[in-house]
């Protein structure tokens, strides 16, 4: 079984466990995906003024739009549709934009005419593209038809990340209100005069620092995992659903049974006309009863569809119906009360501190889906080069999806606290978090209604009618929420600013480092041709050159032999390509071809990479790119599905076994792994090694360090290996014994002289990314002692 599965891939393994893995996956999913949904009550109708509600009328209006929002959007939209359109078991707006990456062809990514060769999908591969068709041929000739799919594909990013801020200081700082609520309605012994001022002090002080502190708490959690929490947090969840429902139910029966007439869309119609500006205002707040649903489909990564589904039609909308319709009944009768809007007032007094503790829970986890789903989203973006190098640590050995971002997690937790302190009233961050929810909702119905007419290949009708029922509903939450930007809308807006900006200038520096290699890059006839007359040495030991390109010898490379005159034994060019997927099947991942001739010893290496793959973060990863190329050359002579690059043939390569045919781990006496002196990268000792270009070199040892490596050796004699493949596999073999070293490009990057303002930003924007980001050889696990930084400057 592959070390990595989808969750829907994990389950087909176990077919005999289908059921049990699916009740699994529910009950976790309670915890990471359904807690912003669950804990919606405690803000939708507290977010509306409460000078909104002028009779029961407009408690009948919002219910009823209640009722329908969460019919059309969560229901048939997301939990019927959008999770169909799974990109192999992964959801959210990257991974419906890779679909059309691969199969309408507007992909942006870096990439050239021999990329693409080298790149050619297998008939047999899983990713394979279909016929184009004319609506596809169409859309991938104009240039701006995919400019515009990255902006949605990028403005949906960034309104997921805004979420991940604003959601987790909404939902806590509602159940802290309620709190404070509680505390001040506590009796001290005290006159009338002084009580007045203690509860008045409780309501305005308690709330704020107690929401900090369950902020610090929820992101002080994350490391444990997607897998741990949901554990963790899906009790609270069940608990928390089934007190909503009984009190929803009691106030139905107590206050007003006759709420559920309100279900007719004549309530919502009597709503608009009643009151006109001020009404359609405060929709701005009921589009929140549907916050998380976007967090069904971004977080399918980590559960599968069935168990999604089922949560939601069998648990979830029921139990969220019955709740609001017991709020509703409530403020039907109540409205003149003070704080009546606020999910606490309508609990019953002798269960209000058994409310205040659940909300406190509940709170917490329905911050905890916007994280995850910030997690989910930024991954992609990583892997797709939209976004800066952070560290991705992978929570789940099996199921790949399941991520945490340190680097990201501190920086929600630094602005959910900003925006908690700066704003300190849920009706103000509401405005911001509704005009999130229902932008990112905007995005997918747009992209979604791209793949029903690109992938999926439906009647164009059934297309339109999509982007036009859904898009026009969505549309009218958007014109709602816009009246209310000065309200604290705008944050929104400057968030977004930031965190489109870093992304887009990271893309647009990325495409021009790349555009700079493939004009800049050298053939390997250069090195060649050239060699003798520089007096190029060939030192022991193994050089890897990390490249973007798959092609040629790249400009740093050639600028470090141009000025040093030597390098290894064996080299591999090593390039990593991230394909619109989310994992490559380990069969299908490695690339391997030679530079060159035969006597050069050197080796590319195309390591072919989804954005869910973690390759990179693998300790044996080296390891394995030395197999793969012993691999390769054991089948070189008689393998039948080579592919044809520009530089020759390549052969694909799978995750080298254990028992493989043409390297095997040594096992020694004392231990599976042995230390070996780690060379540095090409100074000289006094041995010497004659090069195919007939030069000599000599070598002085320097001081070495120690690094755990696993040795190699060579199968016992077969008939089957021809003499001079077990030469080749002994001179690897050798060469690695004798240390190895690890070449990088690094960028300096610098904009040509009257360009204009705006490249210019963008490549200041994207330099200070550069060098406030993880460096490259941390994100690939290269001990310092054996690596080589070759600096070069970029005009771009």
């Known amino acids: 079984m592959d070390p990595q599965l989808s969750p829907t891939t994990f389950i087909h393994h176990f077919k005999t466990e289908t059921w049990t893995h699916t009740l699994l996956f529910s009950f976790q999913s309670l915890g990471v995906i359904y807690g912003q949904l669950s804990s919606a009550p405690l803000y939708?109708?507290?977010?509306?003024?409460?000078?909104?509600?002028?009779?029961?009328?407009?408690?009948?209006?919002?219910?009823s739009f209640i009722f329908w929002t969460m019919t059309i959007i969560a229901l048939l939209k997301y939990a019927l549709l959008v999770l169909r359109a799974d990109d192999d078991g992964e959801g959210g707006t990257f991974a419906l934009y890779s679909i059309l990456c691969r199969h309408a062809k507007v992909g942006l990514l870096p990439s050239d005419t021999s990329a693409k060769e080298v790149m050619q999908y297998e008939e047999e591969s899983p990713f394979k593209t279909k016929v184009e068709s004319r609506a596809r041929r169409a859309i991938a000739k104009h240039k701006s038809s995919h400019y515009l799919m990255l902006f949605l594909a990028l403005f949906g990013a960034c309104m997921a990340i805004s979420d991940g801020v604003l959601t987790p200081s909404l939902s806590v700082l509602s159940a802290s209100?309620?709190?404070?609520?509680?505390?001040?309605?506590?009796?001290?012994?005290?006159?009338?005069?002084?009580?007045?001022?203690?509860?008045?002090?409780l309501k305005e002080y308690v709330p704020v620092p107690t929401a900090c502190a369950i902020l610090v708490c929820l992101f002080m959690l994350q490391h444990y995992g997607t897998r741990k929490i949901g554990f963790i947090f899906a009790p609270i969840v069940i608990i928390w659903l089934m007190f909503i429902s009984a009190v929803g139910t009691y106030n139905i029966i107590r206050w007003n049974p006759h709420i559920f007439y309100a279900i007719s869309p004549t309530y919502m119609y009597r709503f608009v006309v009643d009151t006109r500006a001020s009404g359609w205002r405060s929709l701005g707040s009921i589009i929140l009863c549907v916050a998380g649903s976007e967090a069904m489909f971004a977080g399918l990564g980590h559960f599968s569809k069935k168990s999604i589904k089922i949560t939601f039609i069998c648990l979830i909308y029921p139990v969220l119906v019955l709740s609001y319709a017991g709020q509703a009944a409530y403020i039907s009768v109540n409205f003149k009360v003070e704080g009546f809007n606020h999910l606490s007032e309508s609990v019953p007094k002798h269960f209000r501190h058994v409310f205040v503790a659940l909300s406190l829970l509940a709170s917490a986890v329905g911050s905890q889906a916007t994280i995850t789903a910030s997690f989910s989203i930024i991954n992609q973006c990583l892997a797709l080069g939209c976004f800066p190098r952070v560290k991705v640590i992978h929570t789940s050995d099996k199921i790949h999806g399941q991520v945490y971002i340190p680097d990201i997690n501190w920086l929600l937790m630094v602005l959910s606290l900003s925006v908690t302190l700066g704003f300190h009233d849920i009706v103000k961050i509401g405005s911001a978090t509704g005009l999130a929810v229902v932008s990112g909702m905007l995005v997918t119905t747009c992209l979604m209604s791209l793949v029903i007419a690109l992938y999926w290949e439906n009647n164009l009708i059934e297309s339109v009618c999509f982007l036009i029922f859904f898009g026009f509903v969505e549309a009218l939450y958007v014109s709602a929420c816009m009246l209310n930007i000065h309200k604290g809308a705008w944050f929104l807006v400057v968030l977004f600013v930031l965190s489109f900006t870093v992304m887009l200038s990271w893309h647009y520096g990325t495409m021009k480092k790349y555009e700079f290699d493939l004009e800049n890059k050298v053939s390997i006839e250069w090195l060649t041709d050239l060699s003798p007359g520089l007096g190029v040495s060939r030192v022991p030991g193994i050089g890897f050159i990390y490249t973007d390109i798959v092609t040629g010898i790249p400009a740093f490379f050639?600028?470090?032999?141009?000025?040093?005159?030597?390098?290894?034994?064996?080299?591999?060019f090593v390039s990593f390509k991230s394909l619109p997927v989310p994992c490559v099947h380990p069969s299908k991942r490695y690339l391997i071809g030679r530079v060159g001739h035969r006597d050069y010893k050197i080796y590319r290496c195309v390591v072919r990479c989804g954005y869910h793959d973690n390759i990179r973060d693998s300790d044996d990863f080296e390891e394995q790119i030395i197999r793969t190329i012993g691999e390769f050359i054991s089948l070189e002579e008689n393998d039948s599905e080579s592919l044809t690059s520009p530089e020759g043939k390549m052969i694909v390569v799978g995750k080298p076994s254990p028992d493989g045919n043409a390297l095997l781990p040594r096992d020694d006496d004392n231990d599976s792994h042995s230390y070996v002196l780690e060379s540095p990268p090409i100074f000289t000792n006094n041995e010497y090694q004659r090069s195919p270009f007939g030069e000599t070199s000599e070598r002085r040892p320097l001081p070495a360090k120690k690094r755990k490596k696993v040795r190699f050796m060579l199968p016992p004699d077969s008939p089957k290996m021809r003499v001079c493949v077990r030469e080749e596999l002994q001179e690897l073999v050798d060469a690695r014994e004798s240390g190895t070293a690890y070449f990088l490009g690094q960028s300096h990057l610098r904009v040509r002289n009257g360009s204009n303002f705006l490249k210019r930003f963008l490549i200041m924007t994207y330099t200070f990314c550069d060098k406030n980001s993880r460096e490259p050889p941390v994100a690939l696990n290269i001990p310092h002692a054996a690596l080589v930084e070759v600096g070069m400057v970029y005009t771009i």
């Open 44 to 63: 939708v109708f507290g977010t509306v003024h409460q000078k909104e509600f002028v009779s029961d009328e407009t408690a009948y209006g919002l219910f």
């Open 177 to 201: 209100t309620g709190f404070g609520r509680t505390l001040a309605s506590i009796k001290f012994s005290h006159s009338e005069h002084k009580q007045e001022r203690i509860s008045k002090a």
């Open 558 to 572: 050639s600028h470090f032999v141009t000025n040093l005159p030597a390098f290894h034994q064996v080299l591999i």
